[in-house]
């Protein structure tokens, strides 16, 4: 007869990197949530252990104090030095007294924009930590690099989670893995990726000025300061590439068909944000004839990014679908995502909901650090 063995509680270790908008939203859910899911969690310790923005980091391995961490950081910080952080990170989650043994996982959050820290994911991974990132830049980055934190993900048993990378806190990534992984097979995934980009189609309509739709956006704070960051397509074309390389297509960013909304003459850092809301109206036609066209034609523009995976190809065009289609019902700033599968080939699956915002991000990458710290390998 077998007799089960339970597994001694564990020691769990945060660090985040990038305490902005997203970061500091995580930080407050943390601290309402972290001891109410030390028993669901079978864990005795659940702590952030470090902090860091891109000039400070604050390090205490018997936990910060979430109530207090930004004046801490600002008043009692040292300089930013990765290799300590993340050593502090990967030797924080021993058990305390050193006496009881047990299992323990440390957790980089790298909720940062920088190229600097996700340059360094696979030094991190080899120390022993878990990623959890909504930072797509690695995600969409060279497939080189790509590949080798997966195959040390692997090799090391730690985990490279990113659902906040596409669609904020939508259950995107986990959906598609989720099909993938039941056998289904991917024809196509189409989405509305950009909530800035929802919000101005959704608001567009023939007859209006498409620049004053642009600067409408602008003025409540939909765009980035400069609107052609949103609008040249970037962002959608990096959240394409990450759902393309899931379904296993070689993807690389740069190779990716993406058209740009920005007029070709209003493109490059010799044109100011100024100066390009400026002369925007000058090109309100050629949106205006599409509109136009569209509208003949029973349907509406919408700025979708693509993943035809019967097909082997990946895009970001702007394009036209009929007034019944869930991309023309769509309202506000939300996301939508169609899957489109063997399983769900006569009704796709859709994901919809908001695409943006720091608490639904934060949220997202709540999830993915819970799911982390259930998967740490316990003996």
Known sequence: MSVDIPHQPLSVSVGLIGPGLIGKALLRQIEQQAGKLLTPLHADKFNVVAVANSRQMLLRPEGINLATWEADLAEKGEPLDLDRYAACLASASGPLPASLPGPSCSVLVDCTASDAVSGRYADFMRQGLHIVTPNKKFGAGPLKQYHELRDLSERHRRRFMYEATVGAGLPIISTLHGLLETGDKIIKIEGILSGTLSYIFNTYKPGMKFSEVVADAKAKGYTEPDPRDDLSGLDVARKVVILARECGMEVELESMAVESLVPAQLQGEGVSAAQYMEALPQHDGAMASKAAE??????????????????????????????????????GSDNIVVFTTERYKDRPLIVRGPGAGADVTAAGVFVDLLQVIRSHPRA
């Open 294 to 331: 569209a509208d003949a034609a029973g349907g509406v523009v919408r700025y979708v990014g693509c993943v035809d995976a019967e097909n082997g190809n990946a895009s970001v065009t702007l394009r036209t679908y009929p007034a019944g289609h869930p991309f023309a019902q769509l309202s």
